[in-house]
């Protein structure tokens, strides 16, 4: 059974930095496209950042330069660096993964068939 359990949120002041993890288990961790989403309250699920299984990565526009993706591969762990933090980015942080392999990042909520709980990102100005 796969499981995804996110951790690393908080309340940060504009320009301040998050790091969120993802632990990951129940499946072969390296061959699935993992991805970011955020959710805000009052709006739709988007996607933040995505790497393939290749180790290819994407980020919107909105956080390119402040977003990194990154997995630390010896512990089936998934991060998502966040620098300059903007009151915007306020939402509930969502870890996912598609279940099957991915040659390209991809950021769509139906690309993906497993999520963690979500962990809450608050950023005051």
């Known amino acids: 059974q796969v499981q995804l359990v996110e951790s690393g949120g908080g309340s940060v002041q504009a320009g301040g930095s998050l790091r969120l993890s993802c632990s990951a288990s129940?499946?072969?961790?390296?061959?699935?496209?993992m991805a970011w989403f955020r959710q805000a309250p009052g709006k739709e699920r988007e996607g933040v950042a995505s790497i393939s299984s290749e180790g290819s990565t994407s980020v919107i526009d909105s956080v390119k330069g402040r977003f990194t993706i990154s997995k630390g591969n010896a512990k089936n762990t998934l991060y998502l660096q966040m620098n300059s933090l903007k009151p915007e980015d306020t939402a509930m942080y969502y870890c996912?993964?598609?279940?099957?392999?991915?040659?390209?990042?991809?950021?769509?909520?139906?690309?993906?068939?497993?999520w963690g709980q979500g962990t809450q990102v608050t950023v005051s100005s």
């Open positions: 129940g499946y072969t961790y390296s061959s699935y496209c």
């Open positions: 996912a993964a598609s279940g099957r392999y991915c040659y390209r990042p991809r950021l769509g909520v139906a690309e993906y068939n497993y």
